[in-house]
């Protein structure tokens, strides 16, 4: 059986107020209030009033959550406080705040050091999680290193090997984009950030909830690892992006070649599951990791 995969067209904390569904993962990327043109969302609200809704949000999230369940809360690196506020304030349980470096050169200051990272708060509803799986990757070696490693290297709070998707040379085909060439969406998350997220923190079967769905990753990873997934959008334009999305996978969303990134995590057939002809496909790809 196909495992639900629904957008829903509305106010996130309308749904989460009337929904009985309960979710065992939250991804939180919501408008950074940075001035951004979004079609139905002011995205320059008083500072004190948005994260008074951001709090609001995280504490609906946290009661439609089942116990040991997690969110991870995405955002500019200077709101840091802001979102450790929010979550603390909700009863979220503290776990990791990850740095996202990016790939791109940093914005450069002209009275601090250039900007090159966002911050990913991973937090849960209790003080353990109900599930983590610890993902081992293999990236380039350094110029300090040696010898190729036997088995990987556990992944850290340092992500460093996720491309963002970029407005400029980098951007490349995964961005989703308009008739006219232009972004679909101003703030859009690679398909590997998202497929990092549910691996550690969910089992297949598990409910991944999205209040901001943008244009729909996390929905569309969710639905290729096996698990279920709501998310929730203002934009009319973007529902019926994301529906399309949903409905007819690109080549830029197949999941295929990101599986690779984490050959050495020993339980990875566990918790990403393949079966026929698309795993032998796979297998005969990954043999050169032998």
């Known amino acids: ?5 629904e957008i829903i067209e509305g106010d996130c904390l309308e749904f989460l107020k009337k929904t009985d569904k309960m979710f065992d993962l939250s991804f939180v990327d919501p408008p950074f209030n940075q001035g951004k043109d979004y079609d139905n969302h002011d995205d320059t609200l008083d500072p004190e009033r948005y994260w008074s809704w951001m709090t609001e949000v ?6 439609k959550t089942n116990d040991g369940g997690a969110i991870y809360f995405m955002q ?25 470096k990016k790939k791109t050169s940093a914005v450069p200051g002209s009275f601090r050091y250039g900007k090159q990272y966002q911050i ?9 999680p109900r599930v983590f799986n610890k993902l081992r990757i293999n990236p380039p070696l350094l110029v300090t290193e040696k010898y190729k490693r036997p088995n990987g290297i556990f992944v850290t709070d340092v992500w460093d090997d996720i491309r963002e998707l970029t407005s400029g040379y980098f951007a490349g085909d995964e961005a989703l984009r308009l008739p006219t060439g232009e972004r679909a ?6 398909i590997r950030l998202l497929a990092r ?17 943008g244009t729909g990753t996390t929905l569309v990873v969710a639905k290729q690892l096996g698990r279920n997934s709501i998310g929730v959008e ?15 996978l690109r ?13 050495f995590t020993e339980n990875l057939d566990e918790i990403w599951p393949l079966k026929g002809k698309k795993q032998a496909a796979l297998d005969e790809v990954l043999q050169k990791h032998v």
Request: aromatic share 12%.
């Open 234 to 248: 203002l934009s009319p334009r973007n529902v019926e992006l994301i529906r399309r999305r949903i409905e007819r």
């Open 120 to 128: 990913i708060a991973f937090c849960t509803k209790g003080e353990k």
């Open 185 to 190: 969406h101003k703030q859009q998350s690679p």
């Open 76 to 100: 500019r690196e200077k709101n840091t406080q802001f979102v450790l506020e929010a979550l603390s304030k909700s009863n979220w349980a503290f776990q990791n705040l990850i740095i996202w």
């Open 1 to 5: 059986m196909d495992p639900v995969c």
């Open 58 to 63: 995280c504490r609906w999230i946290y009661e």
């Open 197 to 213: 997220i549910i691996l550690s923190s969910t089992k297949p079967g598990d409910f991944v909830f999205d209040p901001f769905a």
């Open 251 to 263: 080549k830029s969303d197949d999941l295929s070649s990101v599986r690779e990134d984490y050959f």
